[in-house]
C-alpha cells in the first residue's frame, strides 16, 4: 500500500485532516499529521482492519533548531498483519511544544514519551506520569536539544542533614503504615 | 480478640543487585511473599550516547553504538551501517552482505548464550553457566581473530568491513558450528526436563500475545507468547528471504516458553551460519568500491601520493551524507532493532536514535510480577533478557 492509497483510506476515517506524504529513501511511507489530529488518525490506523497498525516500534523527536517549526515527534508503525511500515511525523513549533498522549491506544508509548519530554521537554498532555526517565529528577534543561551545550560543569546540589526528633519520626513511620494499609 | 493486621513491606531491589542483570532497580511491595506492586527505576546507566554521536563522524559512531547493548555489539553496528547506506544509496558487495549475515547470526547465538548462562545460574543451573560461556569464548576467538577485540570488534563499517576475514576464519567458524550442535543438547538435557527448572519457570512471569503486542514487545518474548513477528521474515534485509529457517514460536508466554525459544532460535541461527559459510568466498570484496567511504589498503598508502591524499582526507574529514532520514529494522537478538538517523548533509548525524528493545521489555517488567512471589522475580527478569546498556543508553 502506498502512501496515495494510505492516506485515501484514513480520509475517511478521520474527516477534515490534512495529510502531506513524503518520499522517503528507506522506502518507508512517511506521513505529516497536523499536531491536534495524531491520536484520532493513529486509533484509526490502530483498529481499521485494512490497515491494522497494532504495534508502536519507536517513538522520538528531532530537535531542528534555529529552524521553525523547531520540533519533529515522530512514530513508526507497525501492522504484521497486512507487512506495512508507516512512519507518522508532527511537526510543533518551539513555542507550542506539546501533543496529545498515546498512552491510552499504547501501554507502550508511556516510557517512551516520557523519555522524549526528559530529553526534548516536549510535553505530552494527558500523560498518567509525566516523570524524567532517564536524567535525575532534579535536572535542569533538556540534554538533547541542540541549544543544550554538550560539555557543561554543574556545581553539585548538596541538602542539609533532615533533621527529625523522635515523636516526629515516630508520627511519621504511623502516617505512612495508614497510607498504605 | 483484637483484629490481625498485615502489612504490606517495601523493598528496594537493586541498583546493585547482582541479578538485576546491571543496574535496574525495582521498588516492590510486598505482601507476604507477593509482590502487590513493582516500580522499575531506569537511568542509572544513561551516558547520553545519543547525545555524543551527535558530535562524531559518521564511521566514529560504530564504536560507540556497539556499546549500548554490549552484547549485540555487533547487531548494533550492523543496524547503523544498513540505515547509512540507505541514505548514501549504497549497494554493498554481496559477499559483504553475507558476511554481516553470518557476523549477525554468530552475534546472536554470542548473546543467548550469555542469557541462557546467567539465567539458568540464577534459578540454580550454575553448571549451565560454566558450560555456555565456554562455548562463548569460542565466538570471543572468532571475534579476536576478526578484528583483535573480543567484545566490541567494531569490524562492521559503513560501505563493508574494516579489512578482508582473517585467513583460518572459515575453519574456526565450522569448527564451532560443528561443535555447538552437540553442545546444545547437552544444555538441553541440563534444562529442558529439570523438574527443579521446570517448577520454577512454567506458568511464571506469563503474558498473552494481545498485552505482548500493546506493550511493543517484540523478539524471543513476543515469540514466546505467540506473536510470530520476526524481522528476517516480515521485512527481509541482508538477503534474509534466500534463506531456509524457521522462526520457532510458543503459545505459553512464560518464562519457559521464553527458553524453548531462544534454545530453538540458537539452533536456526547455526543453520543458517552453515548455509552462510558455503556462500562466503575466502576472498574477495570486503568494502565498497566508492574512494569516498572506504579508504584505500595500506599497501597502497604507503607508495602512492593519491591513495595517501585520500586516506588523509577520509580520516580527517570522513565523508558527508546526504540531508535525508533513514531507518531500516533489523532483528536483533532482544527484537527488532534499528537505527534512525537524521543527517542535515554534513560529516556528522544530526540524530541518532536507537530503538532499544530492552526499554519496553524493562517497562513491561511490571505486568509480569505483580501478583507473582518475589522468587520468581529473578527468574523473570532474567527472562527478558534486558541489557542495561541498551535500556539507559
Keep these: ?181 | 480478640m483484637p483484629d490481625i493486621r498485615t502489612e504490606t513491606m517495601t523493598v528496594n531491589m537493586g541498583p546493585q543487585h547482582p541479578s538485576t542483570h546491571g543496574v535496574l532497580r525495582l521498588v516492590l511491595e510486598l505482601d507476604g511473599e507477593t509482590v502487590r506492586s513493582c516500580a522499575p527505576t531506569i537511568g542509572y546507566l544513561h551516558t547520553g550516547i545519543e547525545k555524543t554521536c551527535e558530535q562524531k563522524k559518521w564511521q566514529q559512531v560504530i564504536p560507540l553504538v556497539e556499546r549500548m547493548d554490549y552484547l549485540s555489539a555487533q547487531s548494533n553496528s550492523m543496524a547503523f551501517c544498513l540505515s547509512v547506506e540507505r541514505l548514501l544509496g549504497l549497494e554493498v558487495p554481496e559477499r559483504v552482505t553475507n558476511i554481516r549475515l553470518l557476523i549477525a547470526e554468530l552475534q546472536r547465538i554470542n548473546s543467548h548464550l550469555v542469557w541462557l548462562g546467567t539465567h539458568g545460574m540464577e534459578v540454580g543451573a550454575v553448571s549451565v553457566m560454566l558450560y555456555c560461556f565456554r562455548e562463548r569464548e569460542l565466538l570471543l576467538n572468532i571475534n579476536e581473530m576478526l578484528a583483535g577485540f573480543r567484545l566490541f570488534p567494531s569490524y562492521m563499517r559503513v560501505g563493508g568491513l574494516r579489512e578482508d576475514l582473517p585467513r583460518g576464519f572459515h575453519a574456526a567458524v565450522t569448527a564451532f558450528l560443528d561443535r555447538f550442535g552437540p553442545k546444545l543438547d547437552e544444555y538441553e538435557d541440563l534444562l529442558t526436563a529439570n523438574e527443579i527448572y521446570l517448577k520454577r519457570t512454567q506458568g511464571v512471569g506469563v503474558i498473552s500475545k494481545e498485552d505482548a503486542l500493546a506493550c511493543s514487545l517484540v523478539g524471543p518474548i513476543a515469540r514466546a507468547a505467540g506473536v510470530d513477528y520476526d524481522v528476517r521474515k516480515y521485512f527481509p534485509y541482508l538477503g534474509y528471504d534466500t534463506y531456509e529457517f524457521a522462526v520457532p514460536t510458543e503459545t505459553a508466554g512464560d518464562v519457559y516458553a521464553r527458553y524453548k525459544v531462544r534454545v530453538a532460535e540458537m539452533r536456526e541461527s547455526a543453520k543458517i551460519c552453515r548455509q552462510a559459510m558455503k556462500r562466503i568466498p575466502p576472498t574477495g570484496a570486503y568494502a565498497v568500491d566508492d574512494p569516498r567511504i572506504t579508504p584505500p589498503p595500506k599497501d597502497r598508502v604507503y607508495t602512492e601520493m593519491e591513495a595517501l591524499i585520500q586516506h588523509f582526507l577520509i580520516y580527517s574529514q570522513g565523508f558527508t551524507v546526504p540531508r535525508g532520514e533513514a531507518y531500516v529494522p533489523v532483528e536483533g537478538p532482544r527484537g527488532e532493532q534499528g537505527y534512525y538517523i537524521v543527517s542535515d548533509g554534513t560529516n556528522r548525524p544530526w540524530r541518532v536514535k536507537s530503538r532499544a528493545p530492552s526499554l519496553l521489555a524493562c517497562q513491561a517488567l511490571e505486568r509480569l510480577i505483580v501478583g507473582g512471589l518475589i522468587a520468581d522475580v529473578i527468574a523473570v527478569i532474567g527472562s527478558i533478557d534486558v541489557v542495561m546498556g541498551d535500556v539507559d543508553r
Design chain 1, 1 to 181: 500500500m502506498d502512501a496515495a492509497a494510505l492516506i485515501a483510506s484514513l480520509q475517511d476515517a478521520v474527516p477534515g485532516v490534512q495529510f502531506e506524504s513524503v518520499p522517503s529513501v528507506d522506502l518507508q511511507t512517511t506521513i505529516y499529521v497536523p499536531a491536534d489530529a495524531v491520536v484520532a488518525t493513529v486509533r484509526a490506523l490502530r483498529d481499521r482492519s485494512d490497515l491494522a497498525f497494532t504495534l508502536l516500534a519507536e517513538l522520538t523527536a528531532v530537535d531542528f533548531w534555529p529552524t521553525e517549526p523547531r520540533f519533529e515527534v515522530v512514530y513508526i508503525l507497525v501492522s504484521p498483519t497486512n507487512r506495512l511500515r508507516l512512519r507518522l511525523k508532527v511537526r510543533l513549533h518551539a513555542e507550542s511544544a506539546r501533543i496529545a498522549t498515546l498512552t491510552g491506544l499504547w501501554p507502550a508509548a508511556n516510557w517512551l514519551e516520557r523519555e522524549v519530554w526528559d530529553l526534548f521537554g516536549i510535553v505530552f498532555e494527558g500523560h498518567p506520569d509525566p516523570r524524567r526517565l532517564l536524567m535525575p529528577e532534579d535536572w535542569d534543561g533538556f540534554p538533547l536539544r541542540k541549544d543544550y551545550p554538550v560539555q557543561i560543569r554543574k556545581t553539585p546540589i548538596t541538602n542539609e542533614p533532615l533533621q527529625v526528633t523522635a515523636e516526629q519520626f515516630r508520627e511519621n513511620v504511623e502516617r505512612d503504615r495508614l497510607t498504605r494499609s
